[in-house]
């Protein structure tokens, strides 16, 4: 781990923020694309019908 010296503690904090940020970004989207995916199968699934 390179050396941060006094603002270690901001640095590292600022990471992990970004780190749980981008998280929730990504989760967000996979939920939402999932979540169109079946949507998208019912519509499908009703016009052949």
Known sequence: MP???KYAAEILTAY???????????WASVARAARLRRRLDELEGRGRG
Do not use: K, P, Q, T
Request: proline share 0%.
């Open 16 to 26: 992990g923020a970004s780190a749980i940020l981008l998280g929730g970004i990504v």
């Open 3 to 5: 050396d941060l010296g």
